[in-house]
């Protein structure tokens, strides 16, 4: 089964490599204790640059009053190319 591989941080970089099937179906794979806060409800600063090295220039979502900033869609029908037939 063909699987992503990290191979370094910095640079980011990966390979597809190669698991068994067996290996991973129907397993859960657990965070790594030393990501998690003594507390229990954070996570580490670990994580994040984790996170931030396989996904750079991200950001974050523009919001207004609080809440996401979505592209409105203006919906505008184009010419149609295609000659009419039928069916």
């Known amino acids: 089964m063909p699987v992503i591989e990290r191979v370094s941080n910095k640079p980011y970089r990966w390979r597809i490599g190669v698991a068994k099937l067996a290996d991973v179906a129907n397993k859960e794979k657990m965070m790594p204790r030393d990501f998690i806060t003594a507390d229990g409800f954070h996570i580490t600063a670990q994580v994040p640059r984790l996170h931030l090295a396989a996904h750079p220039g991200r950001g974050a979502a523009a919001f207004k009053n609080g809440l996401p900033d979505y592209v ?16």
């Open 72 to 87: 409105k869609l203006k919906n505008a029908p184009v010419p149609k190319k295609l000659p009419a037939f039928e069916v």
